[in-house]
């Protein structure tokens, strides 16, 4: 950040107000017209006539803008965005993200007195970069009210690399200024953020709902014709310039093995060869003693791999075992079925330089199940954390805690501790440049308790899903959304782990033929989960301290 960097720091700010434009010092006012597609048309105008390195639009109902406040964010060069939509009625909308992405860590919004990583941006009151307001393209003009337009000006900055949140500093009182959500606009936002498919989808959910079909009917038809005459912006990404970092940092190396020794041989041969030598690697093996092969460790004692024997397989209580442990002031994760880099240590400390974050998270490439998104080959706000391929200061555990171990040889601890950090305020980044190829091993590590992912397990009798799964969403989200995450995720789960979003409509329609033969053990191994799922609810987050 240019902060951090002794870099001089330009605070002019363009004033963009919804009216009469306040009295302002710090660059040029103007007025926006209250009809939201005139607004559009006048900011894109000024945004090609030289404006200010900041743009801020305000509403004058809200009195001054707080000059000394917005100058101390834009001094802080934590994000490219800053606004008060939670404190002016935008928390939670629209409604039907939940039937989408419903356990996303983008649907849930961070306490707006702490503020955080949070899209749901009001035009109302948003100090925003200028380029990269320019970057993605302005204003969608397709919108007719500025509720809407600013909802799906957030998400766009948020999903092309901008970080994007709420201060508490702009509007400090909860209020409600933002004008009601249309329906035209609701689903112009659906279809500009996730595609016809969804917005179809979640316009039945939604005409169930709301048990007005012609009303939700309409305003389907008229964003379908918006969409028609306003083409969806095709933005550029927002990028920052590489930061310095300190190359003799001190980086521990956590990495747990279960039955892969001849995977972990060649890993531990690439973090030998690091640009930035870790202090120390901690090997958590948890094979059993008869099988344990001592004599790799004694071989590399000198280039600082260190085993931790593990009796009790599990991988956040090995996880949280190597943390106390560490000696080092970085903590980088890595799993036993990956290939890495040279640079993989640099490229993460480099990251967390360049975006001030708490917490970084690479680019896994998987040799098997989903193709690599188009998201992960640049910078932005992550949308979940990965133990396997991830770092950051040992001192955040002293502030959040351990790994929770209730999430031992199940799923979702990783997102769940990404989670954690993310609505205390903090950021968490990914990094396209720290890339580890994810070997996806067919034996040992989780694979030993019979687990592909969190909804797809080599045992057709057990639990589905994976109990940890509904532990998560029950943690953190309504009951709404996690009825949805539970529908959706069984529906995904027709198809094998290797045609993972690559199935066929055939295909589609022969898994599903053959689920309807095996509905009653589905049932029954749904109700199991949720059993166990409640079980671990009661018992409680089980996080341990870092000891000092």
Same mark, same amino acid.
């Given at each position: 950040?240019?902060?951090?960097?002794?870099?001089?720091?330009?605070?002019?700010?363009?004033?963009?107000?919804?009216?009469?434009? =306040?009295?302002?010092?710090?660059?040029?006012?103007?007025?926006? =017209?209250?009809?939201?597609?005139?607004?559009?048309?006048?900011?894109?105008?000024?945004?090609?006539?030289?404006?200010?390195?900041?743009?801020?639009?305000?509403?004058?109902?809200?009195?001054?803008?707080?000059?000394?406040?917005?100058?101390?964010?834009?001094?802080?060069?934590?994000?490219?965005?800053?606004?008060?939509?939670?404190?002016?009625?935008?928390?939670?909308?629209?409604?039907?993200?939940?039937?989408?992405?419903?356990?996303? $860590?983008?649907?849930?919004? $961070?306490?707006?007195?702490?503020?955080?990583?949070?899209?749901?941006?009001?035009?109302?009151?948003?100090?925003?970069?200028?380029?990269?307001?320019?970057?993605?393209?302005?204003?969608?003009?397709?919108?007719?009210?500025?509720?809407?337009?600013?909802?799906?000006?957030?998400?766009?900055?948020?999903?092309?690399?901008?970080?994007?949140?709420?201060?508490?500093?702009?509007?400090?009182?909860?209020?409600?200024?933002?004008?009601?959500?249309?329906?035209?606009?609701?689903?112009?936002?659906?279809?500009?953020?996730?595609?016809?498919?969804?917005?179809?989808?979640?316009?039945?959910?939604?005409?169930?709902?709301?048990?007005?079909?012609?009303?939700?009917?309409?305003?389907?038809?008229?964003?379908?014709?918006?969409?028609?005459?306003?083409?969806?912006?095709?933005?550029?990404?927002?990028?920052?310039? =590489?930061?310095?970092?300190?190359?003799?940092?001190?980086?521990?190396?956590?990495?747990?093995?279960?039955?892969?020794?001849?995977?972990?041989?060649?890993?531990?041969?690439?973090?030998?060869?690091?640009?930035?030598?870790?202090?120390?690697?901690?090997?958590?093996?948890?094979?059993?003693?008869?099988?344990?092969?001592?004599?790799?460790?004694?071989?590399?004692?000198?280039?600082?791999?260190? $085993?931790?024997?593990?009796?009790?397989?599990?991988?956040?209580?090995?996880?949280?075992?190597?943390?106390?442990?560490?000696?080092?002031?970085?903590?980088?994760?890595?799993?036993?079925?990956?290939?890495?880099?040279?640079?993989?240590?640099?490229?993460?400390?480099?990251?967390?330089?360049?975006?001030?974050?708490?917490?970084?998270?690479?680019?896994?490439?998987?040799?098997?199940?989903?193709?690599?998104?188009?998201?992960?080959?640049?910078?932005?706000?992550?949308?979940?954390?990965?133990?396997?391929?991830?770092?950051?200061?040992?001192?955040?555990?002293?502030?959040?805690?351990?790994?929770?171990?209730?999430?031992?040889?199940?799923?979702?601890?990783?997102?769940?501790?990404?989670?954690?950090?993310?609505?205390?305020?903090?950021?968490?980044?990914?990094?396209?440049?720290?890339?580890?190829?994810?070997?996806?091993?067919?034996?040992?590590?989780?694979?030993?308790?019979?687990?592909?992912?969190?909804?797809?397990?080599?045992?057709?009798?057990?639990?589905?899903?994976?109990?940890?799964?509904?532990?998560?969403?029950?943690?953190?989200?309504?009951?709404?959304?996690?009825?949805?995450?539970?529908?959706?995720?069984?529906?995904?789960?027709?198809?094998?782990?290797?045609?993972?979003?690559?199935?066929?409509?055939?295909?589609?329609?022969?898994?599903?033929?053959?689920?309807?033969?095996?509905? $009653?053990?589905?049932?029954?191994?749904?109700?199991?989960?949720?059993?166990?799922?409640?079980?671990?609810?009661?018992?409680?987050?089980?996080?341990?301290?870092?000891?000092?």
């Amino acid at each position: 950040m240019a902060a951090d960097r002794g870099e001089a720091v330009d605070e002019r700010i363009d004033v963009l107000a919804w009216g009469t434009p =306040p009295a302002w010092s710090a660059g040029r006012a103007l007025l926006l =017209p209250l009809h939201y597609p005139a607004a559009a048309r006048t900011v894109a105008g000024h945004l090609a006539d030289d404006p200010a390195p900041w743009t801020l639009f305000w509403h004058p109902r809200l009195g001054a803008p707080p000059l000394e406040d917005l100058r101390a964010l834009v001094a802080s060069g934590a994000a490219e965005a800053w606004h008060g939509g939670l404190a002016l009625g935008l928390a939670g909308l629209p409604d039907e993200h939940d039937y989408i992405h419903p356990t996303s $860590p983008f649907v849930l919004d $961070p306490d707006p007195e702490v503020g955080g990583t949070c899209w749901r941006l009001s035009l109302g009151a948003a100090l925003v970069r200028t380029d990269a307001l320019k970057a993605v393209g302005g204003l969608d003009g397709g919108f007719e009210g500025a509720t809407g337009a600013g909802l799906e000006l957030g998400r766009r900055l948020l999903e092309r690399g901008a970080v994007v949140r709420h201060s508490s500093a702009l509007v400090p009182i909860v209020g409600c200024l933002s004008e009601p959500l249309s329906e035209r606009d609701r689903f112009l936002f659906l279809r500009r953020t996730f595609g016809r498919k969804w917005v179809v989808y979640a316009s039945v959910r939604r005409a169930l709902a709301t048990r007005h079909p012609i009303r939700v009917a309409r305003g389907l038809a008229a964003s379908g014709r918006a969409a028609a005459a306003h083409p969806a912006i095709q933005p550029g990404l927002v990028e920052r310039p =590489p930061a310095p970092f300190d190359r003799a940092a001190r980086v521990s190396v956590v990495l747990p093995t279960l039955g892969r020794y001849e995977l972990l041989r060649p890993l531990l041969a690439q973090l030998g060869r690091q640009t930035v030598p870790p202090l120390e690697i901690l090997v958590v093996d948890q094979n059993d003693p008869d099988r344990r092969d001592e004599s790799l460790y004694a071989a590399l004692a000198s280039k600082g791999v260190i $085993p931790i024997f593990q009796d009790v397989k599990g991988q956040w209580v090995s996880r949280n075992a190597a943390v106390q442990q560490a000696r080092g002031d970085w903590v980088a994760f890595v799993d036993d079925d990956s290939e890495i880099e040279p640079d993989f240590i640099a490229a993460h400390l480099e990251g967390i330089a360049r975006y001030g974050a708490e917490l970084s998270t690479g680019a896994s490439l998987a040799v098997v199940g989903a193709p690599v998104p188009d998201n992960y080959g640049f910078f932005r706000v992550a949308d979940q954390w990965d133990s396997g391929n991830g770092m950051c200061r040992r001192s955040l555990f002293a502030e959040m805690g351990l790994f929770d171990e209730q999430y031992d040889r199940q799923r979702r601890g990783d997102a769940e501790f990404g989670l954690r950090v993310q609505l205390s305020g903090r950021l968490v980044v990914h990094n396209p440049n720290a890339t580890r190829v994810h070997l996806k091993a067919a034996e040992g590590g989780l694979r030993t308790f019979g687990q592909w992912d969190g909804f797809r397990s080599k045992d057709r009798s057990g639990p589905l899903p994976v109990p940890s799964m509904l532990y998560f969403s029950a943690t953190y989200h309504s009951r709404r959304q996690q009825r949805e995450d539970l529908a959706l995720g069984l529906v995904h789960a027709l198809v094998p782990y290797h045609l993972k979003r690559r199935a066929t409509p055939v295909q589609w329609a022969g898994f599903l033929a053959a689920e309807l033969v095996r509905l $009653p053990s589905l049932v029954r191994r749904v109700l199991t989960s949720r059993r166990l799922a409640a079980e671990m609810v009661q018992a409680g987050p089980h996080i341990p301290k870092l000891a000092l």
